[in-house]
């Protein structure tokens, strides 16, 4: 059994990696247009692939299966709030991102307010990712990985801590390799084939998972099964001790949705690289469709493992990979461990890939070595992509012995998300707020919210009013403290935002009724499971 799994992980792992670099072998990867924005050709369906894989990750597929295995379909949010600031995303953010032409969101914080804002976001970009998101990237993808290929059965490891330390180094190196050889072109089309793969494997692992709850007398006797037996489970409207209650999701949950799909960096910068603004509209609501079928494989399979396994002593984040290698045949154990791997090279490179972007161009160029050549900026990010993958590769084993690392991820990403969120929107709306606003925003924000998680009395606050409200409340406060600072301490003259000329801005026709349609499906999907 443990042959033919690693045998078809293998075969399906290398096919990947052979047919991205036949395809983008001959890519210009010497200049910064075609390393950090693959030339500004990507076509809708690349990009909107790239976005579902950068953001479909082992953190996604483990963590919010085991937020569900804890909480049920509540934790649905998560993926159908999304779809909603996708589509704030492609109607209001990408056509003023386009119009600059820039490559790093903190650039557009540059041409609104000056270059000390610029370089502050990203001072909070780079330690944010270095720190947060790609340790969490490494950590979920060797958990997932042990439950799926059983690696202590696999390599006679006994030792957890040791096969985690293991399993992290080979996945981080494998990840470093892609990004930094490759540049964003050879991320978009590896992200594409392995969200193929992904979707397929997520939704075969809902029907072996169904014929396993029904044993084996179909997968809507196994539907009817859980709504019968646990119907708390599959009820859309969150209680107030669960993860995600209701009424954060039009605070804190929408905040944190809107800044990860329309300002992150790791996941925009496939949108900064479109042909034009019509397949950058076309390729980001692709994506919110995509993400409206979110639930069927990143929340049900947690609630069939939950109906399986919850008496067996299963923890909620090894509850997917317990899951996976117990209903799939070996066979198919393989190809969706090849899928999972994909999964997290994919947000891996993506998101390193974005670092080195943000260092070579914001950082390097823009404050050390301001006379740069394109072949020495190129270099300089592959460089600090080294340095940045083998930290996170350091980081990664200590998280363990978290409850719930999707819950844990949220909790973080807070911590910079609002404050860049709060100065992005007030710099697009505004005309006279003057930097001095946006910097204090920037670093007070990010401070006050870190106070209301570590530093007490302050972390009182959070647990009276929830955490994602007391977020929501930072947020307005930020803004508030802006548009005052706006008042009494105003630009001398209105900033106007000039067309760098770089993409040709004709949106696309159906984006408007599109939009109006997500949204609808979004409410629809809510009522339908309201308990």
């Known amino acids: 059994m443990h042959a033919l799994t690693l045998a078809s992980f293998l075969f399906f792992t290398g096919l990947v990696a052979f047919i991205t670099w036949r395809i983008t072998r ?55 709030v999304a779809v909603i600031a996708l589509v704030a995303l492609a109607l209001f953010f990408l056509p003023r991102f386009l119009k600059s032409g820039i490559a790093t969101l903190p650039q557009l914080l540059e041409i609104r307010f000056d270059k000390t804002t610029q370089l502050i976001t990203n001072i909070i970009f780079l330690i944010a990712y270095a720190v947060i998101l790609l340790p969490i990237i490494l950590y979920s993808g060797a958990i997932g990985l042990q439950g799926m290929l059983d690696l202590p059965g696999l390599t006679g490891i006994e030792s957890s801590s040791t096969l985690l330390w293991l399993t992290v ?74 993860q995600v209650p209701f009424f954060t999701l039009f605070t804190g949950v929408f905040l944190i949705n809107l ?16 042909k034009n603004l019509a397949e950058g509209q076309k390729g980001v609501l692709l994506t919110g469709l995509f993400k409206l079928l979110g639930p069927l494989y990143l929340v049900l399979p947690g609630i069939i493992a939950y109906h399986l396994y919850a008496d067996q002593g299963v923890r909620a984040d090894e509850a997917y990979g317990h899951l996976v290698f117990n209903v799939l045949p070996p066979y198919l ?24 972007t943000i260092f070579s161009l914001g950082i390097y160029k823009g404050v050390l070595n301001k006379e740069a050549t394109e072949e020495q900026v190129v270099k300089s990010g ?5 340095i940045m993958a083998i930290i996170t590769m350091i980081i990664a084993p200590l998280l363990a012995g978290q409850e719930s ?64 409200h007391f977020v929501a409340l930072v947020f307005v406060l930020l803004v ?41 499906l979004v409410i629809v999907m809510y009522i339908s499971f309201a308990g």
């Open 405 to 468: 690392l999707f819950g844990y991820l949220q909790k973080m990403n807070a911590i910079y998300f609002i404050p860049i969120l709060a100065v992005v929107l007030v710099g697009l709306l505004t005309k006279r707020v003057p930097p001095m606003a946006a910097k204090i925003a920037l670093v007070g924000g990010c401070l006050l919210i870190a106070a209301g998680y570590f530093v007490p009395p302050f972390t009182l606050l959070p647990q009276v009013m929830h955490e994602f």
């Open 259 to 274: 800044f990860y799909w329309s300002t992150n960096q790791q996941i925009i910068q496939r949108t900064f690289a479109a």
């Open 26 to 80: 001959r890519d210009d990867h010497s200049s910064t247009s075609g390393y950090f924005l693959a030339g500004r050709t990507l076509t809708f369906p690349l990009i909107a692939g790239s976005l579902l894989m950068t953001n479909l990750s082992t953190e996604q597929m483990v963590g919010l299966n085991g937020a569900a295995f804890a909480d049920g379909l509540s934790v649905m949010a998560w993926e159908v």
């Open 333 to 356: 154990t393989g190809f969706f461990a090849a899928v999972m791997v994909g999964a997290i090279l994919s947000s891996f490179n993506s998101a390193l890939n974005s670092t080195t």
């Open 169 to 242: 180094w080979i996945v981080g190196i494998i990840g470093s390799v892609y990004a930094l050889f490759g540049g964003l072109r050879t991320v978009a089309v590896s992200d594409t084939l392995n969200g193929v793969g992904l979707l397929i494997g997520g939704f075969v692992i809902v029907y072996f998972g169904l014929q396993a709850v029904s044993d084996g007398t179909g997968i809507m006797e196994g539907w009817n099964i859980l709504k019968e037996s646990d119907p708390d489970k599959l009820n859309s409207i969150g209680g107030a001790d669960q």
């Open 480 to 520: 508030a403290v802006m548009l005052i600072i706006g008042k009494l301490r105003p630009r001398e003259t209105d900033w106007v935002q000039e067309y760098s000329g770089d993409v040709d801005l004709t949106p696309w026709k159906g984006a408007v009724p599109a939009g109006i349609v997500l949204v609808v």
């Open 382 to 386: 592959k460089v600090f992509g080294w």
